[in-house]
């Protein structure tokens, strides 16, 4: 027996001889309980006490003041923005990890995947040593003359938009990664042969037959800068991002009942941003790692 012939996966009829009788659905009842019992419970003692602490009023006082709503707005500009950042800087990255190939390319795919190997407090801790006003930026700035003044790189919000792009970056890049490598080469033979520059079928061909990956990263690095907390609580100050609103009611001003209501309002906003999004990209396209 070959070597291949080992690592190909087993066909369905085969799964149906190995497994038993009654199936092998036990095998999910493990991560079920967990979801169950560390993502449901909680989720509906969120609910419940949105509802009944002290009453529904609680959804009621969000729209009482213009504080939270426009917090919400400035929340969704912000995760916007820093999507439209991770896409302009992690498609030329991506499409350069396509296009090595080799050591180079995997390490370009490592550089991607070194960020998730430290822990997110400490990296973002650690653009406070370059943003600060003595950091390392305003110091090399004022040294070369180039300006006469530390420039406020945090405590703002241009420091919640820099920390959370290079923290969100790769959630952009490894969706485009699979989708370049889905790619047929032959069609950029078929372009050139109708005439077209290398320029144009780039535009015309590559480019449209990776929008899958295009929207997944979009999507996935959005729904997750909605509900960012601590780069914008190090890095922003006192910046109105929604979770540091949710954060001050629970932990400041103990009013559990209006901060689990602000948390299913957020919790409503990234679910209904999931459904128009899973109108027009699979949802499983953006952990699809493709094939080369």
Same mark, same amino acid.
């Given at each position: 027996?070959?070597?291949?012939?080992?690592?190909?996966?087993?066909?369905?009829?085969?799964?149906?001889?190995?497994?038993?009788?009654?199936?092998?659905?036990?095998?999910?009842?493990?991560?079920?309980?967990?979801?169950?019992?560390?993502?449901?419970?909680?989720?509906?003692?969120?609910?419940?006490?949105?509802?009944?602490?002290?009453?529904?009023?609680?959804?009621?006082?969000?729209?009482? *003041?213009?504080?939270?709503?426009?917090?919400?707005? $400035?929340?969704?500009?912000?995760?916007?923005? &820093?999507? %439209?950042? @991770? =896409? #302009?800087?992690?498609?030329?990255?991506?499409?350069?990890?396509?296009?090595?190939?080799?050591?180079?390319?995997?390490?370009?795919?490592?550089?991607?995947?070194?960020?998730?190997?430290?822990?997110?407090?400490?990296?973002?801790?650690?653009?406070?040593?370059?943003?600060?006003?003595?950091?390392?930026?305003?110091?090399?700035?004022?040294?070369?003359?180039?300006?006469?003044?530390?420039?406020?790189?945090?405590?703002?919000?241009?420091?919640?938009?820099?920390?959370?792009?290079?923290?969100?970056?790769?959630?952009?890049?490894?969706?485009?990664?699979?989708?370049?490598?889905?790619?047929?080469?032959?069609?950029?033979?078929?372009?050139?042969?109708?005439?077209? *520059?290398?320029?144009?079928?780039?535009?015309?061909? $590559?480019?449209?037959?990776?929008?899958?990956? &295009?929207? %997944?990263? @979009? =999507? #996935?690095?959005?729904?997750?800068?909605?509900?960012?907390?601590?780069?914008?609580?190090?890095?922003?100050?006192?910046?109105?991002?929604?979770?540091?609103?949710?954060?001050?009611?629970?932990?400041?001003?103990?009013?559990?009942?209006?901060?689990?209501?602000?948390?299913?309002?957020?919790?409503?906003?990234?679910?209904?941003?999931?459904?128009?999004?899973?109108?027009?990209?699979?949802?499983?396209?953006?952990?699809?790692?493709?094939?080369?």
């Amino acid at each position: 027996m070959t070597f291949r012939a080992v690592a190909e996966p087993i066909s369905a009829q085969g799964w149906k001889i190995l497994a038993p009788r009654w199936g092998v659905g036990w095998l999910v009842v493990p991560a079920a309980a967990f979801i169950l019992v560390f993502f449901f419970v909680p989720l509906a003692v969120m609910v419940e006490r949105s509802l009944f602490d002290p009453s529904p009023a609680n959804y009621l006082k969000f729209f009482e *003041s213009a504080v939270y709503p426009r917090a919400l707005m $400035f929340t969704l500009w912000m995760a916007g923005l &820093v999507t %439209a950042l @991770c =896409l #302009l800087l992690g498609f030329p990255y991506a499409y350069l990890t396509y296009r090595l190939a080799g050591k180079w390319q995997w390490l370009l795919i490592v550089l991607v995947l070194l960020p998730f190997w430290s822990s997110l407090l400490v990296r973002t801790y650690a653009w406070t040593i370059l943003l600060r006003d003595s950091g390392l930026i305003n110091w090399s700035l004022l040294n070369l003359g180039l300006i006469e003044r530390p420039l406020k790189l945090m405590g703002n919000s241009l420091g919640i938009v820099i920390g959370m792009t290079h923290v969100l970056l790769p959630f952009m890049v490894l969706p485009l990664i699979a989708a370049m490598r889905r790619f047929d080469e032959n069609l950029h033979l078929a372009a050139s042969g109708l005439g077209a *520059s290398p320029l144009v079928a780039f535009w015309r061909v $590559f480019v449209p037959l990776c929008m899958p990956g &295009v929207l %997944a990263g @979009c =999507l #996935l690095v959005f729904v997750l800068a909605v509900g960012f907390y601590i780069t914008p609580a190090i890095l922003g100050g006192r910046t109105a991002f929604f979770s540091l609103l949710i954060v001050m009611q629970v932990n400041k001003l103990l009013d559990f009942g209006f901060g689990s209501a602000l948390g299913v309002v957020l919790l409503a906003v990234v679910l209904i941003a999931i459904a128009l999004g899973s109108r027009v990209v699979r949802l499983e396209s953006m952990f699809d790692q493709g094939r080369g």
